[in-house]
């Protein structure tokens, strides 16, 4: 069974996701306490872990690429590193770009959400640094499979999408959103083409929300001026 997922992220009030280009704090605010905010919300969620894109986990792991002795490994079974009682980071990452040389990211334990196209020796390189996977399908692109593989072999109960752009509108089209929770910076980007919440790469008839309904269930103002907007996702009424 598939963990709840919640979408936990940080925008300026025009949604841009890019906190370089947003506009300075007013007079009197202190940035790091708006900084720290997204942490401390973080925690209140109780999640076992969290989940990003190829492009982030990739700044984050700063891995580089090697070759690995021996036999590739031909099984697309999950595969279950040396855990122990650490929360998850899973990397979204369908054509197994991420390089890790270690078991970890930010502390938490690595687990590669993989296609089943994935060359062998890469998976021997995953195991080799003690990094978990599970698979998405033959191109990677059934979330929902790879979310159900998070539950059952990991036993997570909730789970905080952190991702970009790309990764946010891929899981709001496959309808596997639970909640969305927003951190309102108070800034503004401005710059059109600039990245927002939710940005699915679909044809332009397309609406990736569709069939799906928001309902708020918090509204708080923090420190600074900071706006924490949550939303249960619900499927839309008939």
């Known amino acids: ?4 997922i919640i979408c936990h992220m940080v925008a300026s009030v025009d949604g841009k996701l890019h906190p370089s280009r947003f506009t300075v704090p007013a007079a ?10 997204y942490d401390e919300v973080s925690a209140k969620f109780g999640a076992q872990g969290w989940m990003c894109g190829r492009v982030t986990m990739q700044e984050i792991s700063k891995g580089k690429a090697r070759t690995v002795k021996g036999p590739g490994i031909s099984s697309r079974e999950p595969f279950v590193g040396d855990r122990g009682d650490r929360d998850l980071a899973v ?9 890790y040389g270690k078991d970890h990211l930010l502390g938490d334990h690595a687990v590669a959400v993989l296609s089943e196209g994935v060359p062998d020796a890469y998976l021997a390189e995953l195991r ?6 599970v698979f998405a399908g033959p191109d990677g692109r059934d979330l929902a499979k790879a979310m159900d593989a998070l539950g059952d072999t990991f036993g997570v109960e909730t789970l905080l ?6 990764i946010n509108g891929a899981f709001l089209k496959a309808g596997l ?3 969305i929770s927003v951190l309102i910076h108070p800034a503004v980007d401005g710059l059109a083409g600039v990245q927002t919440i939710f940005e699915y790469a679909g044809e332009a008839d397309e609406r990736p929300g569709a069939g799906q309904a928001l309902r708020h269930v918090h509204t708080e103002t923090l420190d600074g001026g900071m706006v924490w907007l949550r939303y249960q996702v619900e499927k839309a009424p008939a």
Do not use: F, Q
Not at 91 to 99: E, F, L, W, Y
Not at 128 to 133: A, C, H, Q
Not at 161 to 166: M, P
């Open 177 to 179: 959103l639970d909640e």
């Open 1 to 4: 069974m598939r963990p709840r």
């Open 91 to 99: 990397a979204i990452d369908p054509h197994g770009k991420v390089r």
């Open 128 to 133: 080799e640094d003690g990094v978990s996977y």
């Open 28 to 37: 009197g605010v202190d940035a790091g306490r708006l900084r720290k905010h």
């Open 161 to 166: 999408l952190e991702g970009g752009a790309a």
